[in-house]
């Protein structure tokens, strides 16, 4: 599914690109300025006499497809997100249950039906703090230099 979502993405980018061309090609209604500065006479010469309805047939087809990419993708993304189980937790059920919480590198803990197993130390360990000491009370009368 994460596949199919990445390729409608990449075509929604490609479909943007020429987008942003085909609206930079065009001629305004005054013959002047944006689209000429960025080539619109070469359309001329390149379509014909009739280029501007090539250009806004184009146009329309390729908003009309950018709006269907992303309702299209945005339906996708939703319900992948909304799966029931992920890959990781499904990986995670399928383990034995004395080694479901157990991170790598670690050894599993003592189940709590043997209380006379020692706790096996690990990287992970915490260590409680001493508690912390009020400091002592300033004096009214700070010693003079």
Same mark, same amino acid.
């Given at each position: 599914?994460?596949?199919?979502?990445?390729?409608?993405?990449?075509?929604?980018?490609?479909?943007?690109?020429?987008?942003?061309?085909?609206? *930079?090609?065009?001629?305004?209604?005054?013959?002047?300025?944006?689209?000429? @500065?960025?080539?619109?006479?070469?359309? +001329?010469?390149?379509?014909?006499?009739?280029?501007?309805?090539? *250009?806004?047939? #184009?146009?329309?087809?390729?908003?009309?497809?950018?709006?269907? *990419? @992303?309702?299209?993708?945005?339906?996708?993304?939703?319900?992948?997100?909304?799966?029931?189980?992920? +890959? *990781?937790?499904?990986?995670? @059920?399928?383990?034995?249950?004395?080694?479901?919480?157990?991170?790598?590198?670690? =050894?599993?803990?003592?189940?709590?039906?043997?209380?006379?197993?020692?706790?096996?130390?690990?990287?992970?360990?915490?260590?409680?703090?001493?508690?912390?000491?009020? #400091?002592? @009370? =300033?004096?009214?009368?700070?010693?003079?230099?």
């Amino acid at each position: 599914m994460s596949f199919f979502i990445g390729l409608l993405t990449f075509v929604l980018v490609l479909n943007c690109a020429v987008l942003i061309l085909l609206v *930079l090609m065009q001629l305004p209604k005054k013959d002047a300025g944006a689209g000429l @500065a960025f080539g619109a006479g070469a359309t +001329d010469a390149l379509f014909g006499a009739g280029s501007g309805n090539v *250009l806004t047939k #184009a146009t329309k087809y390729a908003a009309t497809l950018f709006f269907v *990419l @992303a309702l299209i993708i945005g339906i996708l993304q939703s319900n992948y997100n909304r799966r029931s189980l992920t +890959d *990781l937790e499904k990986a995670v @059920a399928s383990q034995p249950a004395g080694m479901a919480g157990a991170m790598p590198g670690t =050894a599993p803990m003592a189940s709590p039906e043997s209380p006379a197993a020692a706790p096996v130390p690990t990287n992970f360990t915490l260590e409680t703090l001493p508690p912390v000491q009020p #400091a002592p @009370a =300033a004096t009214a009368n700070p010693p003079a230099n």
